[in-house]
Every structure is written in structure tokens, then in C-alpha cells.
């Protein structure tokens, strides 16, 4: 699990009740407590692969600095491609530049991995470790411990993790243990709900050791949620916003930015209303869920049509 020979820090859970590991049998990547972001709301964000997860990370920190919040936004995906609305360019990453300089961390400075973005949100894509090598948690604790080292954190209202795909690796799901609350982004179909309830297993075993708690459900590209509701029922959930599929996202992806930077037709202020919202509702509330996740034999059962 090495970058160009660099180890991160391994953790494998122990026996079962046991409280050292995230999960029985689990290999993490531990979190050094000097890497603990303190003072900001810091929020990740999950869901199935080509769900809408960076639109909405985008477009939510772009609301969070429409109500006057410094906003970071961190792309946790090789492809980084999370920040391109709110920067216009495809910015380069932390592990490219740490490759730069043979990963002599003291040789970076801030603004050869921090860009400022739409309305002042600053933004940093992770990247990550070549095809199938290396550790994407690994990459994660890298890029926070540079945002530490230099104090780039200190004046951050507000930090949003845009993760990759549903949670299968402890690497991956290590934005899980920097964040106050995780939120699941998904679809009114099986596929999406399916990877929304592996995420919540990965969110309850993350909270056994760290303060994360699942913050609420997303619903995107979505007109209606009739199966969204349907498992929200059986397991306890909210859904805390819904955004309909639009051709005006479709467009602003396609022009490269975010949707406050669209021509004002009524469904362009219709969704904008609708990221203010989720904002406003996210700082306002600090609760939580827990739930626990149906096994996959219940939520087979559970969705469709009889």
C-alpha cells in the first residue's frame, strides 16, 4: 500500500467488541491526531460512482459562500475532476505536486495545490496513487496534513470532502474520519439505494471510534422518490433535499461552472433556491441518524414493484 515507496500508518481492527478497529477484521488507515480538523463544519460527501456527487459537493459549497461561510472544497477522486465547476480548469493535485518534489512535504507551498474558485471557495484535488497501487488514504492524510501545516484550515468555515463511489476500502472511506456529519447522495432507483445502504454501514463503523454521523439523504436527478421513501421508512432515514434531473445541471457541467453562475431562467432559480436551502438547513441542524443498514437479502426484498 505504498506511494512511490511512502507507507502510510495501517490499523487492522481487532477481535470482535473489541473498540481498536473501524469493523471486525477491518485494515485502516488510522487517523494521527495531528491531523484532526478542528474549528470548521466538515462534511463528506458519498454515494454510487456517476450519481452527482461533485455537482452537488460544487454547487453546495457555492451556496455555503452565498451565505457568507469560507468554504473549502477537497475532490477525493484520482480523476480530479470534483472542483472544475467552481475553478474552471482541471487544477493539479496534492500527490501529482508531492511527486513534483520527491515528497519532501516542506518544499510545497499553498498555492501550488490551493486554488480559489467561484465566490472565494477554495479548492484542492487529492488525486491519487496510479491504477490499482497505493493508498487513497494515504493521499487524503497527506492533503490534510499540508492544509495543517500550513494553516489553511484556521480561517475554513466550512470543509466539504467529495468522495469517490460507494465505500469499499478503509482508504476511501477515510474522509469518514475527519468529518462531523457524512451525507448520501443517490437516485429513486435500486442501484443507488443499494450503494447508499453499503455507505451506511461504512458511516456506523467509521462513528465507533470517530465523531462522523450520518447527516441526512440527498436525493439527485430524481423526479420522484417513491423508492428512496421506501427504504428510508424501514430504516429510520430523511430525505433532507431533493434536486430533480435538469437539463440546466446538465449544461453547467458542460460550461464548466457551477449553477449561480447560470443564466437566471426559473429553473436555474429554482435549484439555486433549492442548494441554498440545503445549506442553510446543514448549518442550522446538527443532528443525526442512526441507522442501521438492511442486509442485501432485505433490501432486495424491500425495493421495486410488486
Known amino acids: 500500500m505504498s506511494v512511490n515507496g511512502v507507507l502510510p500508518t495501517i490499523r487492522q481492527g481487532s477481535a470482535k467488541g473489541a473498540t481498536a478497529g473501524d469493523g471486525d477484521g477491518s485494515v485502516q488507515v488510522h487517523l494521527d491526531e495531528s491531523e484532526r480538523i478542528e474549528g470548521a463544519m466538515v462534511l463528506a460527501i458519498y454515494g454510487k460512482g456517476g450519481i452527482g456527487k461533485s455537482t452537488t459537493s460544487s454547487n453546495l459549497s457555492a451556496a455555503f459562500s452565498k451565505l457568507g461561510k469560507r468554504v473549502l472544497q477537497v475532490g477525493c477522486d484520482p480523476k480530479h475532476d470534483s472542483t ?17 518534489v520527491d515528497f519532501h512535504t516542506e518544499e510545497i507551498r499553498p498555492e501550488d495545490f490551493v ?52 465505500v469499499v476500502c478503509g482508504g476511501f472511506a477515510a474522509p469518514l474520519q475527519h468529518a462531523d456529519r457524512a451525507f448520501i447522495v443517490t437516485a429513486n432507483d435500486f442501484d443507488s439505494i443499494f450503494a447508499m445502504n453499503r455507505i451506511i454501514a461504512a458511516i456506523k463503523a467509521k462513528a465507533v471510534n470517530y465523531k462522523v454521523r450520518l447527516g441526512g439523504v440527498i436525493a439527485n436527478r430524481s423526479e420522484e422518490t417513491d423508492q428512496i421513501d421506501k427504504f428510508n421508512a424501514r430504516v429510520g432515514l430523511e430525505t433532507t433535499a431533493i434536486f430533480p434531473l435538469l437539463d440546466a445541471i446538465r449544461r453547467s457541467r458542460l460550461m464548466k461552472r457551477t449553477l449561480f453562475e447560470m443564466e437566471e431562467t426559473p429553473e436555474v432559480l429554482d435549484v439555486q433556491r433549492r442548494y441554498l436551502g440545503l445549506a442553510e438547513r446543514i448549518l442550522e441542524n446538527h443532528g443525526s441518524y442512526n441507522v442501521e443498514p438492511l442486509d442485501d437479502t432485505e433490501i432486495f426484498n424491500l425495493l421495486g414493484f410488486d
Open 84 to 100: 472544475f465547476t467552481l475553478t474552471r480548469r482541471m487544477v493539479p493535485t496534492v500527490i501529482d505536486t508531492l511527486a513534483e
Open 115 to 166: 486554488y480559489e474558485g467561484y465566490n472565494g471557495v477554495m479548492c484542492v484535488e487529492t488525486g491519487g496513487p496510479p491504477a490499482g497501487t497505493g493508498c487513497g488514504g494515504y493521499v487524503v492524510g497527506q492533503t490534510v496534513k499540508l492544509l495543517k501545516q500550513h494553516h489553511l484550515l484556521d480561517d475554513t468555515d466550512v470543509v466539504v470532502f467529495d468522495v469517490l463511489g460507494d
